[in-house]
């Protein structure tokens, strides 16, 4: 897969508004996350980039499922999430992409293992966050 990794917008600075965005999701509040960085990825020209905010946004939507336990959401969603989000790793925007993608790809898979009728069972008090820094990108 090409990586967009190398895009010189990957070493831009996430916005205040980016960063609200993962605080958001950090806190558990996707649905949130999803409004604020949805106006962040219709406001922006650059296709290449619209699709790393999408990447992002959907796995917080993808988590969103899994706290209200619609397996079927989950799995097509945070799915989809981590797919967009694969091309931009290892990093972009101060954004450790690889880290997100890892701890995302870990709940898909224990989610898959215990299948819609044990969905409940999954402890969702340790959930991927969105690590980040605004220096050195």
Partial sequence: MATLANNPRCRDHPTAQMIHAFEQFNRGEYWHQHETLELVWRAEQDEVIRNFY???LQVGVGLHHLTRRNYNGVIKVLGRGINYLQPYAPRCMGVD???LIDEATR???QVRALGSDRIAELDIQELP???YDTEGV
């Fill in 107 to 109: 709940v898909l898979e």
């Fill in 54 to 56: 999408k990447g992002i």
């Fill in 129 to 131: 966050k969105v690590h």
């Fill in 97 to 99: 992409v690889q880290r």
